[in-house]
């Protein structure tokens, strides 16, 4: 099955997560099918904490794939940032 979730990449103290679309059985950090997006939880200054590519994001749930609890609730904090701008 493919999921979209996030992968964590960063220094220590320091998070920083990709969004991607991967295989289900793959491991976190593992082989990708395409980079999504990311998100920032502690960004510094004018750092965006969230970027996500919408298009990307429905072509492959309208294909199945399905997202993690953190990216779905991430998703719909997004759209929301979007309808309001």
């Given at each position: 099955m493919v999921t979209i979730r996030l992968t964590r990449r960063g220094a220590k103290k320091q998070p920083f997560?990709?969004?991607v679309?991967?295989?289900s059985r793959n491991r976190?950090?593992?082989?990708?099918?395409?980079?999504?997006?990311?998100?920032?939880?502690?960004?510094a200054?004018?750092?965006?904490?969230l970027e996500l590519n919408v298009e990307?994001?429905?072509y492959w749930l309208s294909k199945g794939a399905k997202p993690s609890e953190r990216v779905a609730s991430l998703v719909k904090k997004y759209r929301k940032q979007l309808s309001a701008a």
């Amino acid at each position: 099955m493919v999921t979209i979730r996030l992968t964590r990449r960063g220094a220590k103290k320091q998070p920083f997560y990709h969004v991607v679309v991967t295989d289900s059985r793959n491991r976190q950090g593992g082989a990708i099918l395409e980079q999504v997006g990311y998100f920032n939880p502690i960004p510094a200054g004018k750092d965006r904490a969230l970027e996500l590519n919408v298009e990307r994001i429905d072509y492959w749930l309208s294909k199945g794939a399905k997202p993690s609890e953190r990216v779905a609730s991430l998703v719909k904090k997004y759209r929301k940032q979007l309808s309001a701008a």
